[in-house]
């Protein structure tokens, strides 16, 4: 046919003609690359994963939520091998399911996200289609690769599986020590300034008895630094108002016989010149280390900072916290009461909280 080509049009009309098969023919293949796609076998439980590069909360975040989705639906989660290396560096004994591990060739698999986007300025989806009654989403869950989304964060199905998580994100030693440590050191602290010992009991100002085991320890998240663009961008509001925290703190003084708090933030100098000392009661133990100095082209990069700050909030008895998923799971690991400021409730995690509806979380 090449031959018959040339005889009729000759050879240099028969060359472009041949270049332009030719491209077709490679075009064609690049068509091909692009369309074809690895499959699981059908009967083979469906694959979840999120390929969101977020910050440490968003990575607890994402992994819990795969984690119930497991539980209920017996599919099996997966992280991907940079997420897994961040959670490795702070939490023990993380059994984890490494994509590039188990599925070497997992760019090949064609991962969908079957899910109903309900905001997408904020990337927040329904994945009610997983549980729904009249099974319409049984087909997701057999031979699928489901990519979940950056930012998973279904707080109301954490509730039922907490201690399950909890035993999930357990810090590891080094930070859980340096917590405690400094949590002691300020109750000795605080004793030491403010009381006179007689025998086995200390007695306040030389009126109120104090004992070690009358004190509770309350943390206050407060996420400033690079949040300030965040809310701007995306809900058009500001930094929560100093007075909450006030507020807060005059709440867990009402709720308990002598409470400390320890403040964890991003900005300390701020919360310093701010709260002070809390007449003796507040003490700035969290990192010094700035948000800024964070590089932001690298959330998954880790720090002894970060591990140590979670670690403070999640020793405490009780929370106090802004908004963010950092200081959320702060509060999760800690349990007790939690306090929240009112007037956010346009913002992602605070209605992914509110419709969990924690019994001793509550909204000032």
Request: glycine share 8%; with cysteine; net charge negative.
């Amino acid at each position: 046919m090449i031959i018959k080509c040339f005889r009729s049009v000759g050879l240099k009309t028969a060359k472009a003609l041949m270049g332009v098969a030719l491209a077709g023919l490679l075009g064609g293949y690049v068509v091909l690359q692009r369309t074809w796609h690895a499959e699981l076998n059908p009967m083979e439980p469906s694959r979840f994963v999120s390929f969101g590069r977020g910050r440490l909360g968003n990575q607890m975040s994402s992994l819990a939520t795969i984690i119930a989705f497991s539980q209920r639906l017996n599919i099996t989660p997966f992280v991907t091998q940079e997420q897994a290396e961040m959670l490795w560096e702070y939490f023990d004994d993380l059994d984890l399911h490494v994509l590039e591990d188990e599925m070497p060739n997992y760019q090949d698999y064609r991962w969908i996200n079957p899910f109903r986007l309900i905001d997408e300025h904020i990337w927040n989806f329904d994945y009610s289609i997983l549980f729904s009654p009249d099974g319409s989403g049984a087909s997701l869950l057999l031979g699928q690769t489901i990519e979940v989304g950056h930012y998973p964060n279904e707080v109301h199905m954490f509730r039922a599986i907490t201690p399950s998580l909890q035993s999930v994100f357990r810090l590891k030693d080094r930070y859980v020590l340096n917590a405690q440590r400094n949590l002691e050191l300020a109750r000795s602290e605080f004793l030491e300034k403010r009381t006179t010992f007689h025998g086995n009991s200390e007695e306040l100002e030389g009126s109120v008895i104090i004992k070690p085991e009358d004190i509770s320890f309350v943390s206050i998240h407060i996420r400033r630094g690079d949040y300030a663009e965040h809310l701007k961008s995306l809900y058009h509001i500001g930094y929560v108002k100093p007075e909450y925290y006030s507020e807060a703190i005059e709440w867990f003084k009402g709720a308990f016989k002598c409470p400390l708090f320890f403040i964890v933030s991003d900005d300390l100098e701020w919360a310093e010149n701010e709260l002070g000392d809390c007449n003796g009661h507040c003490f700035y133990a969290g990192s010094r280390k700035s948000s800024s100095e964070f590089d932001p082209n690298v959330p998954l990069a880790t720090s002894p900072e970060i591990g140590n700050d979670l670690a403070l909030l999640s020793q405490v008895n009780h929370s106090i916290i802004t908004y963010g998923t950092f200081g959320m799971w702060g509060a999760l690991l800690a349990g007790g009461q939690t306090l929240l400021p009112k007037g956010f409730d346009n913002m992602k995690e605070v209605k992914e909280i509110r419709r969990a509806n924690f019994r001793d979380w509550t909204f000032i």
